[in-house]
């Protein structure tokens, strides 16, 4: 069973983009309230990252491909690549990510949905495409705790920017 929550308020790109005009900082100040508010989601995957531990003994050792270090997989670093951001890029799909910034992470997470390989039928459970293997389930378990926080945040600096620009 898959869980999605999706909430759209209209004008928050353009408002979090604006913050530094306001008011320099101001767009700090938020995403450091992000990183609050996403603690226990954030939290969770570390926790879950931590009882893994080593996905497979393999992935302790380096490994490059085209000259590009892919691993070892250590299980501190992809606790700290867990991280929020913000994105208001126009071609960015959402403005508030929680994402995993460790290559060797990313790789456990997604590997198998585009090709089946040897890697993927060894770690198990292989997920479906825009799926991951541990990361999203985390994630997906606190969303209702975080969501409607983040959504007030949200609106709080709608609210702010709208009126300052006035």
Known sequence: MTVGTSVEIVGIREAIASLNKIQPGLRKEFAAELNQIAAPALSTVRARYGSLGLP??????VWTQNGRKLFPYDVA??????QVKLD?????????VVRQMNQAAAIYETAGRKTA???????GRTPKAGR???????????I???????????????????????
């Open 56 to 61: 497979l003994p393999g992935m302790g050792y």
């Open 77 to 82: 670093k992809a606790q700290k690549g867990v």
């Open 88 to 96: 208001t890029r126009k071609s960015a799909n959402s403005v508030i």
């Open 117 to 123: 390989n040897k890697l993927d039928r060894n770690l």
């Open 132 to 142: 991951t293997r541990l990361f999203g389930p985390a994630v997906y378990s606190q």
């Open 144 to 166: 209702n705790a975080i969501s409607k926080v983040i959504e007030t945040a949200a609106l709080q600096v709608v609210n702010r920017v709208n009126r300052e620009l006035r």
